[in-house]
């Protein structure tokens, strides 16, 4: 076999290759869609969804008793406790001898918090 023709034959390989190559970059890319990246397309999506509102729940009804009182989360103060106990709200039923059905108060010897 002939050098000079051996040559130009890895020549001609070569550049067909590099041709190939240059061909799939070039279509590879154009294939990629104009526009942010996917990695901002994510970050707008949990922009989007964190500034989202929040549904409300819907607001407690009142028993129809009128005997029934709410009371809100408070602070109630105790012996041995200077910041007070927290009380999480609750109902409280006024009985008609006067008496007051309502949750045990909180233990101050327990961690409390709201």
């Given at each position: 076999m002939n050098p000079g023709r051996r040559e130009s034959t890895l020549k001609s390989m070569r550049r067909r290759?590099?041709?190939?190559?240059?061909?799939?970059?070039?279509?590879?890319?154009?294939?990629?869609p104009l526009g942010p990246t996917t990695t901002q397309r994510a970050v707008d999506?949990?922009?989007?969804?964190?500034?989202?509102?929040?549904?409300t729940p819907p607001v407690r009804q009142a028993p129809s008793r009128p005997d029934t009182v709410w009371v809100p989360d408070r602070w109630v103060p105790a012996p041995g406790v200077p910041q007070g106990v927290f009380e999480p709200g609750h109902w409280v039923i006024f009985t008609p001898e006067g008496g007051r059905i309502a949750p045990?108060?909180?233990?101050?010897?327990?961690?409390?918090g709201p």
């Open positions: 290759w590099l041709g190939c190559v240059a061909g799939m970059l070039a279509a590879g890319a154009m294939a990629v999506q949990m922009n989007a969804s964190s500034m989202r509102g929040v549904p045990p108060p909180p233990r101050p010897d327990l961690q409390q």
